[in-house]
């Protein structure tokens, strides 16, 4: 099955037809970095990356490239703030250094992969200039007292992305002080150097780019002039995207085919942002939750869709990834000498797994790909009741589930005991189990208290106790 795959750009489901034969190449816009990363910025670098996965699992080779923005007014201000005795070019070089080591911290700790490429807008200040440079040559730019601007009038389609005409963008558009554009729409390429704050050399004047071009440039100069995805969320198709479009296509170039948007982690339906000051940061729910939780209940919800966050939902995810390693632990202890292997289980396990890739298919549809988990998890459990069930059966659905939930990037934090450790495990619960008969509690908490450091959680049920791993 064709993957299929929503278009901002043409606001309909598309086929996917890569450019090159069995490649793909895909660029998303990255940090700003002058903070430690929240689970918003967490969901969109998690959903591009389980993207990016799905075509990997279907055998495409992508290359992914993910930009830093390391040179903005927030960097700036927040440079001036914890650096206040520092020169701000040392000071800015230091916040942006810091918070990318902290936002590479927490994406691998969520098991998110590196990107292949990781271009820096202070990597490509003369590659922007030469292509500002362009735009002036081709009349869509304009150099005004130190600034450099893009005429949005010469922009072919302007709007298209965000479905907005010119006659919409001007209601309420104004220049604000300081500016020296001629139109209200127009936006800034180059800005004018302020005194004391990081510049280059330019043919203006001294001074720094603005923020669009640079994903513009470097998209261009590692992905070539058209590549296959460009992603991001749904707060950067306007302004950001938009002008990217513009700029692009300003200089002669195409840009991506398709424009992939995920939806906004909110808050009580407010958008979470730092510049509100309603946000959780990824190290806060790592400090009570796993990796694996907080991804289930991203794909919980299609990746276009708004997600609110709330700890009462993040419990509850918590008990829906128990699930699996609940399981997990059953399949480590299922009787490994019963050899005998059910056909009509197998091919229900591998049907399941048609049935995941029907989903992803469908413009990556990660929640009707979760059910389809979750489904093979009751039909593994109640199949290892039956009389036919083997341990080829389990082995089976264990490589399954464990195959699709990668593609998910979960189960990175899976834990098995090999059958020996088991035995052990069982040896000790036996322990325990005689010195409860015999009324000897101080001895059972013992045992049970020393299988918790290990990893082992005991459940106490009316005829047995049962244990799986934390």
């Not at 007292?145 to 919409?168: H, I």
């Amino acid at each position: 099955m064709t993957i299929k795959i929503y278009n901002t750009l043409t606001r309909k489901k598309e086929d996917f037809k890569p450019i090159q034969k069995n490649k793909v190449s895909m660029y998303v816009c990255g940090p700003t970095v002058y903070g430690d990363p929240h689970i918003g910025h967490a969901r969109s670098a998690y959903i591009f990356d389980v993207i990016r996965r799905y075509f990997e699992y279907k055998r495409y080779k992508v290359t992914f490239v993910r930009n830093v923005t390391d040179v903005d007014d927030k960097i700036i201000n927040k440079a001036k703030e914890e650096f206040k005795e520092e020169d701000l070019n040392n000071a800015v070089k230091k916040v942006s250094n810091k918070y990318l080591k902290s936002y590479h911290k927490y994406m691998e700790a969520l098991g998110i992969k590196q990107p292949d490429k990781e271009p820096k807008a202070t990597e490509y200040i003369e590659k922007m200039k030469s292509f500002i440079s362009v735009l002036i040559k081709r009349e869509v730019a304009y150099e005004s007292e130190g600034d450099v601007y893009f005429n949005v009038r010469k922009a072919k389609d302007y709007g298209k992305l965000s479905n907005q005409g010119l006659e919409m963008l001007e209601t309420g558009a104004r220049i604000s002080p300081g500016e020296n554009k001629k139109d209200p729409l127009d936006f800034a390429l180059w800005k004018k150097a302020k005194e004391g704050e990081p510049s280059w050399p330019s043919p203006w004047g001294p001074g720094r780019p603005g923020w669009h071009i640079e994903c513009s440039v470097m998209s261009s100069d590692i992905l070539g002039d058209e590549f296959d995805i460009h992603g991001g969320g749904m707060d950067l198709i306007f302004p950001h995207h938009e002008n990217e479009i513009a700029q692009s296509e300003g200089a002669g170039k195409k840009s991506a085919h398709y424009w992939i948007h995920n939806g906004l982690l909110t808050i009580d339906k407010e958008k979470m942002a730092k510049s509100l000051g309603n946000f959780v940061t990824v190290d806060e729910v790592l400090g009570k939750y796993s990796a694996d939780v907080l991804k289930i209940l991203f794909l919980q919800s299609h990746y276009s869709k708004p997600v609110d966050f709330s700890w009462e939902r993040m419990d509850e995810a918590k008990k829906a990834k128990e699930r699996f390693y609940i399981l997990f632990d059953k399949i480590v202890k299922f009787p490994k000498g019963k050899y005998n292997e059910d056909s009509n289980i197998n091919s229900r396990i591998d049907d399941l797994g048609v049935r995941f890739e029907e989903a992803m298919d469908d413009d990556f549809n990660t929640a009707e790909a979760l059910a389809v988990l979750f489904e093979l998890v009751t039909y593994i459990n109640k199949s290892m009741m039956d009389e036919g069930c083997g341990f080829a059966n389990v082995k089976h659905a264990e490589q399954t589930l464990y195959e699709l939930g990668t593609v998910l990037g979960l189960f990175s934090g899976k834990r098995t005991f090999p059958v020996k450790m088991a035995k052990e495990i069982e040896d000790l619960i036996d322990q325990r189990n005689k010195a409860r008969e015999k009324k000897d509690f101080k001895t059972a908490d013992r045992i049970r208290e020393e299988l918790n450091k290990a990893g082992v959680i005991l459940e106490d049920q009316k005829d047995e106790t049962t244990w799986r791993l934390k």
